[in-house]
């Protein structure tokens, strides 16, 4: 499995932002898509997930209201809009892929958002 993440950058707050991931290397029926994001010092923390098949999506509290993730089976992607972003967002994103769940995904490589105030 290979996961590529792109879209990261530096914006303002209030800005919006949206991340891409390419997902590759196998079928993913039944399986579950996700964003995580890490600061230095700190655990890796969930941002959202989407199952393959549903589209069932789940929120960290924190992002809940401004941020959307989707995907798109025919492109194997999975995406992260984060809108109204502030700076406590600011991060490394890596999206992740696993069968069921993602207690152990497979990650892609992070990309860095920074939002300056």
């Known amino acids: 499995v290979q996961l590529q993440a792109s879209g990261g950058g530096l914006v303002q707050a209030g800005d919006s932002l949206r991340l891409s991931c390419a997902a590759s290397?196998?079928?993913?029926?039944?399986?579950?898509l996700g964003w995580f994001r890490q600061t230095p010092g700190k655990e890796r923390e969930f941002v959202a997930s989407i199952t393959w098949n549903l589209g069932t999506t789940v929120y960290a509290d924190s992002v809940k209201g401004r941020f959307a993730i989707s995907r798109d089976k025919a492109k194997s992607a999975v995406y992260l809009e984060m809108n109204s972003l502030k700076p406590e967002d600011t991060a490394v994103y890596y999206c992740?892929?696993?069968?069921?769940?993602?207690?152990?995904?497979?990650w892609g490589q992070g990309t860095q958002v920074t939002v300056s105030s």
């Open positions: 290397g196998r079928t993913f029926t039944n399986w579950k």
């Open positions: 992740a892929v696993g069968p069921s769940d993602l207690q152990n995904p497979y």
